[in-house]
């Protein structure tokens, strides 16, 4: 089994930064893709970010130039760097990690971590 756990998540002025990160933990081969998501109050779950396990990157239009993901492999953790913070922000951010069980195995399983709230402020 495998578990994400973020933190970082917080209440912030417009036009502020928050740093988030997640860690997976558990029984596992490699981890593939890592990515954030979010989830705005009465909104479905959007991506937010993806990072490969080769550091090749995705976002989200509304994201772009201003949030940033990375990942530590040795540390199995992914972060997320959102500066210039806006209001419509404002959201629980998941993490989602796809993860390869076993090494006699390509199949990958996805997690998600129980997610953080981020509030900015007007």
């Known amino acids: 089994q495998v578990q994400l756990v973020e933190s970082g998540g917080g209440l912030v002025q417009t036009g502020g930064s928050l740093t988030l990160s997640c860690t997976a933990s558990?029984?596992?081969?490699?981890?593939?893709?890592m990515g954030w998501y979010r989830q705005a109050p009465g909104k479905q779950r959007e991506l937010v970010a993806t990072?490969?396990?080769?550091?090749?990157?995705n976002y989200a239009d509304s994201v772009k130039g201003r949030f940033t993901i990375s990942r530590d492999n040795a540390k199995n953790t992914v972060y997320l760097q959102m500066n210039s913070l806006k209001p419509e922000d404002t959201a629980v951010f998941y993490c989602?990690?796809?993860?390869?069980?076993?090494?006699?195995?390509?199949?990958?399983?996805?997690?998600w971590g129980q997610g953080t709230q981020v509030t900015v402020s007007s």
């Open positions: 989602n990690a796809a993860v390869r069980p076993r090494s006699t195995t390509t199949v990958k399983y996805r997690y």
């Open positions: 558990g029984s596992f081969f490699s981890i593939d893709t």
């Open positions: 990072i490969r396990s080769g550091n090749s990157t």
